[in-house]
């Protein structure tokens, strides 16, 4: 038989199979898409965690607070640094300032952790005394202990809070004391003097001096006294009049000269919690000043500092080493993550997005404003979902150059996960924003992995999470220490973030940088911006964009008097005075304000 003299139409065996008709082609191409796209459905869901039950995973956050917190409180109670491997505490000087308990007690009181906070509130009433020979950093204090114990008070009505806020304020004033008014990075809690950074040629940083506002202006809120009011505004207004129009500022401010150091300009480190401050002062208060310098801020931070990355697209913030007039580098920190959520709730006010756009005010630019805080929120979230544990490092690199396979990639002194917060608190705000559960879902996943990779659990079962060395490798190499944020924060965040009572609404409260959160409030007859703005806004506003857009805020007035200047100075030697005098109103003010909510 000769094989070779067969007919074109009947083609070998093999033939068949190396030329197959194009009705097979297809038919092969249609079952690989359907072959993987069963592969992706298994690797998705197997890979991802993933949940629809919200209340369940509430109490897995609540859960993991509170086995961590046992265990910080069985090896390290009281102590400012916690390290679980070592089994042991320690402070970071003589005596104790309360860095973890203060920093966490309203996220055990949202969580309703009752045993724990009572607890909690019986260390704060005996061991903690901010009167001894210490020097603190100003800005460390005032966000995590200042803003704690304000919280705590609000959430309990209970005077004890206030009254150790106003001891620790009054101690923290010393470091105001420059010739300009701008904050020294450290005080002496004892003596109160001022301390000037010892590096970085005496400067403090921007977000430093910056982002104490809300804190002491809450605090003038709940005393009635104006002092701590003026303050923190005169820095404001020195900033205000020295920040370009373009609203970036370099990261670096010398108090005795109130002149910027430096060009750098980035959302990062050192840099970040000043663009907070300008809206979240607003919100506080709702004076327009704030507004405007926020929005000329998010202009230049449009302009000269967002970029996309390839090969997906995906917006970022970089930083300006050089200034505007350098290149824009592709470097973001972590910490740049807390933007989005903050430009989605600046573009709404603290409304729901559909509450906001049914406003005369909605208009273009807000929608704008809103999609690039999704945007920005989604590209955090990557630095999440495209590593190896599915956690994010320090700092990435993002790529634009269209050669790499990979939106960004991690230089090896970055690898580091401190358990951040900045991620999840803009998942946090977008969810509230929207009720879109893809937010939530994202939540989840880095919650999981949070668990799965940070968790250490010691010879006798005591569960800690803490910090990792090296996000990259698995399993990644842990570190023996937990961040006070952690608690404060990041836990905070997810909690809040699966909670469907809508604890804590945005439209009537404001979270500091430290997520403790305050009431918005008027100012009433006591308080007003005290300057205008020396280079005035030069984009109209629309006429009914005020804060009366943000539904209810709560009408409490101060009613405790201020007092003269001549009292002011014997505050300062005697912070008891204040308390003394203000307790019995501020309580009635609070229940007032309690009442309303
Ligand atoms: C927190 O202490 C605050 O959020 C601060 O503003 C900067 N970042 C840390 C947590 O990452």
Not at 342 to 355: F, P, W
Not at 524 to 546: E, I, M, N, Q, W
Not at 548 to 553: C, L, S, V, W
């Amino acid at each position: 038989m000769n094989f070779f003299n067969k007919s074109p139409e009947l083609p070998l065996y093999k033939d068949k199979h190396l030329t197959p008709k194009k009705s097979s082609k297809i038919k092969m191409l249609f079952q690989g898409f359907i072959a993987s796209l069963i592969l992706y459905y298994i690797y998705y869901h197997f890979s991802t965690p993933a949940t629809s039950n919200w209340e369940q995973a509430k109490d897995e956050v609540r859960t993991a607070f509170l086995e961590s917190w046992h265990t910080y409180e069985k090896f390290g109670w009281g102590t400012d640094v916690f390290h679980p491997k070592k089994e042991q505490g320690e402070n970071m000087g003589p005596q104790p300032l309360g860095w973890m308990i203060v920093d966490s007690i309203d996220t055990l009181m949202i969580m309703k952790c009752d045993e724990e906070v009572e607890r909690a509130k019986e260390w704060i009433q005996k061991d903690l005394d901010y009167s001894f020979d210490y020097n603190v950093n100003v800005f460390e204090t005032t966000i995590r202990m200042l803003g704690g114990l304000l919280s705590a008070f609000h959430l309990s009505n209970e005077d004890m809070y206030l009254d150790k806020a106003v001891d620790l304020a009054n101690a923290l004033l010393g470091g105001f004391d420059s010739e300009t008014g701008l904050p020294y990075s450290s005080v002496n809690l004892k003596t109160g003097t001022g301390i000037p950074n010892h590096v970085d040629n005496g400067a403090s940083s921007t977000a430093e001096i910056a982002t104490l506002q809300l804190e002491f202006k809450y605090l003038s809120f709940l005393t009635g006294e104006t002092m701590y009011w003026e303050k923190v505004e005169r820095i404001m207004k020195h900033l205000e009049s020295i920040t370009p129009r373009n609203g970036l500022v370099p990261i670096y401010i010398k108090p005795d000269t109130g002149k910027y150091q430096g060009n750098l300009i980035r959302l990062g480190s050192r840099g970040d919690s000043y663009y907070e401050y300008l809206l979240k002062q607003y919100l506080q208060t709702g004076e327009f000043v704030y507004y405007d310098m926020y929005k000329e801020s998010l202009d230049g931070v449009k302009k000269y500092m967002t970029k996309y990355s390839k090969p997906s697209d995906l917006l970022f913030v970089g930083e300006l080493e050089q200034g505007l007039s350098g290149p824009l580098s592709n470097k973001m920190d972590h910490l740049v993550c807390f933007y989005g959520g903050l430009v989605s709730l600046g573009a709404t006010g603290g409304l729901t997005l559909k509450e906001a756009k049914a406003l005369p005010s909605w208009n273009e630019e807000k929608q704008n404003d809103f999609d690039y805080g999704e945007k920005l929120t989604y590209s955090c979230y990557k630095m999440y979902k495209d590593t190896p544990t599915g956690l994010s490092p320090e700092i990435v690199v993002w790529n634009t150059d269209g050669t790499k396979a990979k939106d960004f990639h991690i230089k090896p002194l970055d690898k580091h996960n401190l358990q951040r917060p900045e991620t999840v608190e803009s998942l946090f705000y977008l969810y509230r924003l929207t009720g879109d559960e893809k937010w939530r879902q994202y939540g989840y996943e880095i919650f999981k992995n949070f668990i799965k990779y940070s968790k250490y659990v010691n010879s006798q079962g005591d569960v800690s999470y803490v910090s990792l060395d090296d996000m990259v490798s698995i399993p990644p190499k842990q570190r023996d220490n937990v961040e006070s944020f952690w608690w404060a924060e990041t836990l905070k965040y997810l909690y809040l973030l699966f909670d469907d009572d809508n604890t804590i609404p945005l439209d009537k409260y404001v979270f500091n940088t430290e997520a403790h959160p305050f009431p918005r409030f008027e100012m009433g007859d006591l308080f007003k911006t005290g300057f205008v703005r020396t280079k005035p806004y030069l984009k109209p506003r629309p006429a009914d964009d005020k804060p009366k857009d943000i539904k209810q805020i709560p009408k409490a007035q101060p009613v405790n008097k201020p007092v003269d200047e001549e009292a002011k100075e014997e505050i300062k030697k005697d912070p008891s005075i204040v308390k003394e005098e203000n307790k019995e109103e501020t309580k009635q003010k609070l229940n007032d304000i309690l009442k309303d909510q």
